[in-house]
Each structure stands twice: as structure tokens, then as C-alpha cells.
């Protein structure tokens, strides 16, 4: 069992969205060009989400996405639902009848998985991943440029006089 690329996509670009949504509109160009995702592949993504009431679409001269609901009301399920993504470590689909049209031993096993990997999906919200991600680019710009040394007086004329 594995989350597949149409799954990571639509998380990566609703937090690449959510990153930049205070600033208006973000286009699907523009999270196609920062995240490497094709733009037709985030077009389908995005139609999904939209008939999903997570994201709006903004028409005409500086139009784009925006999220439809606050952050914090998004799910990582919901973005995963909304793109069709199934999540299930059965063979069976959650049929039963992963053994000759039966449940396989290990049945129960899988669908437990299935649930619990669920319920963790549901706990994370789509504004937390916004703001860890602030963080990290945060961090990552303070160690780009460190702090400068602001000198006082008189350790100005000290380096200015040698």
C-alpha cells in the first residue's frame, strides 16, 4: 500500500496555495513552476477540489485558486478524498473476498490499518502543514543570512579607526 502521485500533488499544492493565498488568486502556473507538477496534471487535481468545495477559482486578469473554507476546517483526508485517492492495504478493497471470495485471514488486520491511517489523515489540517512549511522557510532564510552585529558607538569609531 502506498500513497500515489495524484495524492502527494494535491497536498503539496493546496500547502504551496495555502502558503500564498493572502496575497490573492494563486494560479496553477505559478505552483506548477514551484513544486515541478505538471500544469495539466494540477488542472485535473484542481477540478476535483474545486467540485470538492476546497477550492474557489477566480475568473479573468488576476484570477487563480483560493481555498474555499479556512485552512484549519481541511483536512489531509478531504484533500486525498476529493482527488479520488484510495488509501487501503487490502487486496481486496475492503470487499472480503481476498481469498477465494472469502476473507483472508489477515482481513481484519488491513482494514484496522485502514481506519487508523484514516483517523491520522483526518487529525492533520491543512493550516498546520501551512505554517510548519513557514517555518522551515523561516529557518532555512536565517541560516541563508545570519544575524547582522549591530555595533554601539563606540564600537563603530573602534573599527572605524582601526
Known amino acids: 500500500m502506498r500513497l500515489t502521485t495524484k495524492g502527494r500533488f494535491a497536498v503539496t499544492a493546496m500547502i504551496d496555495l495555502g502558503l ?6 494563486v494560479t496553477l502556473a505559478g505552483i506548477s513552476e514551484r513544486q515541478k ?28 485558486y483560493t481555498m474555499a473554507r479556512p485552512m484549519s476546517q481541511i483536512s489531509v483526508a478531504d484533500i486525498i478524498r476529493a482527488v479520488d485517492e484510495p488509501i487501503d492495504a ?19 488486520l488491513w482494514m484496522q490499518l485502514n481506519e487508523h491511517i484514516y483517523q491520522f489523515l483526518e487529525s492533520v489540517d491543512l493550516a498546520s502543514l501551512v505554517e510548519r512549511q513557514r517555518q522551515k522557510e523561516a529557518e532555512a532564510a536565517q541560516q541563508v543570512r545570519p544575524e547582522r552585529k549591530v555595533l554601539g558607538t563606540a564600537q563603530l569609531k573602534a573599527v572605524v579607526n582601526g
Open 90 to 108: 487490502t487486496q481486496c478493497g475492503g470487499l472480503g473476498n481476498c481469498h477465494d471470495d472469502h476473507e483472508c485471514m489477515t482481513h481484519e
Open 37 to 64: 507538477i505538471s500544469l495539466s496534471y494540477l488542472e485535473q487535481l484542481f477540478g476535483r477540489l474545486r467540485r470538492h468545495g476546497l477550492v474557489d477559482s477566480v475568473r479573468g486578469p488576476g484570477g487563480g
Open 20 to 25: 500564498r493565498q493572502h496575497r490573492g488568486p
